[in-house]
């Protein structure tokens, strides 16, 4: 048996493809910060990583997940057909039910959006034609997506639907054994979107919150429980986020994806610094007159290539959204075109 590959804090980290899922050992079996993706094999990846570190794959008594994007919550199934406990936020908990309809991929409401904010037709198909082309690539084996780019796990990654088994509110606590772990609702990332703090060690799992050395793109999600669905404006809320963690005894970082790190006032910063660079590049485009967002996305990114269309898209909104909730910027939708104007 080896210890050494828990770290000081008392952490197994397990890399599964691009993400990291955690083990915390304690004196009453094991609690899992985030379930892992599932592609074929991963789950063997999981044990085989637990069982080099001393630990048995059959203590984990508790899988708490962070949001419902599918390389974070994929194998929250299979936990369940362990009978491991799946502890989630309330927050999320609908989207976990909808699997990959709802996990990242609520296409339909993104296509209709991006028409309401200018994007020309010939460039929302040139995406879906380049994501198709991807996803051929990879069926195929082609590990580097078609020659575009090296895929972030070792296969195509699945969304099955669960329901958490217990489901908590901000500042609820994990306790298992000698270790408590504290869910902080940090909306933004997803609507539902939370960390886990475990204030006796100053760890935060830090999900995709804050991933050190690069910038958590926000994503579009749409409350489809109301109609029109309703789209909710991430990027404020993730600001919103952040200075809620920030406000935490966090001394180091276990990041969803990137390397653990030390620098959490740093890397908080970093963001915000990216932030306010985004922003005051809009506000400089804008002071000449209204524009649409897809207009505002062609001054940003000149030369963006299709397959990144929805991905920018989402950024470009994420700051006009932070622009128009501090009172900055309007939006003026006529003809069903939305125009974004200096307030
Ligand atoms: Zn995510």
């Known amino acids: ?25 304690t004196s009453d079996g094991i609690i899992m910060i985030d379930s892992g993706p599932d592609y074929d094999g991963a789950w063997e990846v ?5 069982d080099a570190a001393g630990l048995d794959i059959a203590d984990v008594k508790v899988c708490a997940i962070t949001h419902a994007h599918i390389d974070h919550c994929g194998l ?38 991006m028409r309401r904010v200018g994007v020309p037709e010939a460039r929302i198909a040139g995406f879906i034609e380049s994501r198709e082309k991807m996803r ?25 639907p669960f329901r958490p088994d217990v489901v908590l509110s901000d500042g609820d606590e994990i306790r298992l054994g000698d270790r408590r772990v504290v869910l902080v609702s940090a909306p933004g ?30 994503g579009w999600h749409f409350d489809i429980s109301v109609e029109p669905p ?18 935490l005894d966090v001394r180091y970082l276990y990041p969803g994806h990137r390397e653990p790190s030390a620098e959490v006032a740093e890397e908080i ?7 306010r660079k985004r922003q005051g ?20 990114f000149s030369r963006l290539p299709d397959r990144r269309l929805w991905q920018a898209m989402a950024e470009v909104t994420g700051h006009i959204d932070a622009l128009v909730v501090r009172g900055e910027a309007r939006e003026r939708e006529s003809d069903g075109l939305l125009r974004i104007e200096l307030s």
């Open 1 to 25: 048996m080896t210890t050494s590959l828990i770290t000081e804090h008392g952490v197994l980290p397990i890399a599964l493809g691009d993400n990291w899922a955690y083990a915390l050992p």
């Open 46 to 50: 999981l044990a085989g990583q637990l």
């Open 76 to 113: 929250a199934f299979r936990w369940q057909d362990e009978g491991v406990n799946v502890v989630a936020s309330e927050l999320e908990t609908q989207s976990f039910l909808h699997g990959r309809n709802i996990i990242g991929y609520q296409t339909q409401y993104v296509f209709e959006h």
């Open 136 to 160: 051929q690539a990879y069926r195929s084996g082609d590990n580097t997506g078609g020659g575009v780019r090296r895929e972030r796990w070792p296969g195509l990654i699945r969304g099955t």
């Open 189 to 218: 990332h997803t609507p539902g979107n939370c960390v886990f703090h475990e204030p006796d060690s100053g760890v935060l799992f830090s999900g995709d919150q804050i991933i050190p050395g690069l910038n958590s793109n926000p």
């Open 230 to 247: 309703e789209r909710f404006r991430s990027l404020p809320a993730f600001a919103d986020s952040l200075d809620r963690v920030e406000a």
């Open 269 to 275: 910063e970093r963001v915000r610094r990216h932030h």
């Open 281 to 300: 590049q809009l506000r400089e485009f804008l002071a000449q007159g209204p524009l649409t967002p897809y207009e505002l996305l062609t001054t940003m």
